[in-house]
């Protein structure tokens, strides 16, 4: 299991007592938006990092078409990930453990701290 497995299972029992049947699309849009922020920070550091260095790669239209691309492909892959017996071994692993709970607030603001550095680094390029 990886770091987004767990953030999902906080996800998804946060909302399970109160929408039972929506708690695992909440969960899955919640990581979803979270790695194309992840994706999206990484890319502004390496744009910033290839125009220091001068190296001219590939126009911002074509990295921007590149972004959408992959960030359609993890929501994709989150869905079919989480919806199938991944979701199963998930929910089997956590119930055997004691998982930590986290404080959901801070999992609802870690995207968009994600998304605030990647908004100061694109600034200071």
Request: contains cysteine; positive net charge; aromatic residues 18%.
């Amino acid at each position: 299991m990886n770091a987004f497995d767990i953030l999902f299972y906080s996800i998804f029992l946060y909302f399970k007592p109160k929408y039972k049947q929506k708690s695992n699309t909440i969960a899955i849009v919640y990581v979803s938006v979270l790695q194309c922020a992840l994706l999206l920070l990484l890319g502004v550091f390496f744009a910033g990092f290839f125009s220091k260095m001068h190296v001219s790669t590939m126009s911002q239209e074509k990295a921007w078409i590149i972004f959408i691309l992959v960030s359609g492909f993890v929501c994709f892959k989150n869905w079919m990930q989480y919806t199938g017996k991944r979701r199963m071994m998930i929910n089997a692993k956590m119930n055997k453990k004691k998982s930590n709970t986290y404080n959901i607030w801070l999992l609802f603001l870690l995207p968009i701290l994600v998304l605030g550095l990647t908004y100061v680094l694109s600034m200071a390029i």
